[in-house]
């Protein structure tokens, strides 16, 4: 799991994140400490979406259910997690800030 913007492993309340895998399912449930995570994307291989915003500081579990709960996954939420999302102008060099992470 990582921030989305960043593609760091630091993630916040409120944060978008992106998590990597395979054969992730139409139906898949996304949990942080049992809190289900609002999906933005979700492809066979990667899903986006948002820490909730309830999820306490420090050390956190993930989970996927697909019938099947996965094993837990320990991930570290920070009281801030700053990044910038960069996109491609036109096709020229120079960039634009398209979005900001939590």
Same mark, same amino acid.
């Given at each position: ?5 960043? @593609? &760091?492993?630091?993630?916040?309340? *409120? ?5 990597? *895998?395979?054969?992730?399912? +139409? *139906? ?17 291989? &990667?899903?986006?979406? &948002?820490? +909730?915003?309830?999820? @306490? ?14 094993? +837990?996954?320990?991930? &570290?939420?920070?009281?801030?997690? +700053? ?17 900001? *992470?939590?």
């Amino acid at each position: 799991m990582t921030n989305a913007f960043s @593609a &760091q492993p630091a993630v916040s309340p *409120g944060a978008l994140l992106t998590i990597y *895998g395979t054969n992730f399912l +139409p *139906g898949a449930v996304f949990k942080i400490d049992g809190m289900p995570i609002p999906l933005l994307y979700v492809g066979a291989a &990667q899903i986006n979406g &948002q820490v +909730p915003f309830e999820t @306490a500081l420090g050390s956190s579990t993930l989970v996927v259910k697909t019938g099947v709960e996965s094993a +837990p996954v320990n991930v &570290q939420v920070a009281a801030t997690a +700053p990044a910038i999302l960069t996109s491609p102008d036109g096709g020229r060099e120079s960039r634009r800030i398209a979005g900001m *992470g939590a």
